[in-house]
């Protein structure tokens, strides 16, 4: 049994995604959601699933500050694995260095094309006949660490569409990228699994 935190910003769709599917495998823990911004839809999906929730706030003072309280809650929280899912945020060196190989993120696009914001957008404006989904782990650039896993997700008619169907692809690639992951954590093997 390993324990898992995510880290997220927004709406939280990934960090659901996640929860749920530990829950429904039964052989590890999503023990904590760290979030940095008040009001975020991940804090309420935390208080939906029953899973404990940290708001660490970045406005108004340095950022190392608040780095050093993400990283007591991780370590007050014991947990094996980190998730970015929608942390809209570069990690400092401190924190990427004491979870290197054990800190992973979600991306919108099939890296290293379209890192950074507005991926799904960038790669329909640029009419690709093909985006994706990239899981990987995290280094100090942004979006640059070694990739795990991609999925490829064809155009759509409709950049809506294409979106949906790209977080869909997400929903499905992060869950099972995460699961062999905690799998792999020594002395955390799932007891379970017939
Ligand atoms: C996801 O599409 C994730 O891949 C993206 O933000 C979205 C968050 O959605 N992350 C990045 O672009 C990181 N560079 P969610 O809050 O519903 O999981």
């Known amino acids: 049994m390993a324990r898992l935190a995510v880290l997220a910003s927004g709406n939280g769709s990934n960090f659901q995604a996640l929860a749920e599917a530990l829950r429904a495998d039964g052989g590890h823990e999503a023990a904590l959601l760290v979030c940095d911004r008040p009001g975020a839809f991940a804090l309420e999906r935390a208080a939906r699933l029953g899973i404990p929730a940290r708001l660490v706030r970045?406005?108004?003072?340095?950022?190392?500050d608040a780095e050093a309280e993400i990283a007591a809650a991780l370590e007050d929280a014991d947990v094996d694995l980190v998730a970015l899912a929608g942390f809209m945020r570069l990690l400092g060196p401190s924190l990427v260095e004491r979870w290197e190989g054990r800190m992973v993120n979600v991306h919108p696009a099939l890296l290293p094309?379209?890192?950074?914001?507005?991926?799904?957008e960038r790669a329909w404006e640029a009419g690709d006949a093909e985006l994706g989904v990239t899981v990987h782990f995290?280094?100090?650039g942004m979006d640059t660490g070694r990739i795990i896993g991609q999925a490829r997700v064809p155009r759509g008619e409709t950049l809506e569409a294409t979106e949906e169907?790209?977080?869909r692809a997400e929903h499905a690639l992060y869950p099972r990228i995460v699961?062999?992951?905690?799998?792999?954590?020594?002395?955390?093997?799932a007891p379970r699994r017939t």
């Not at 970045?58 to 190392?64: D, K, T, V």
């Not at 094309?113 to 799904?120: D, E, K, L």
């Not at 699961?179 to 002395?187: A, N």
Request: proline share 9%; charged share 30%.
């Open 165 to 167: 169907a790209v977080h």
């Open 138 to 140: 995290v280094d100090r």
């Open 179 to 189: 699961l062999d992951l905690l799998d792999g954590i020594p002395g955390a093997e």
């Open 113 to 120: 094309a379209y890192p950074g914001t507005r991926s799904i």
């Open 58 to 64: 970045y406005a108004g003072r340095p950022r190392e």
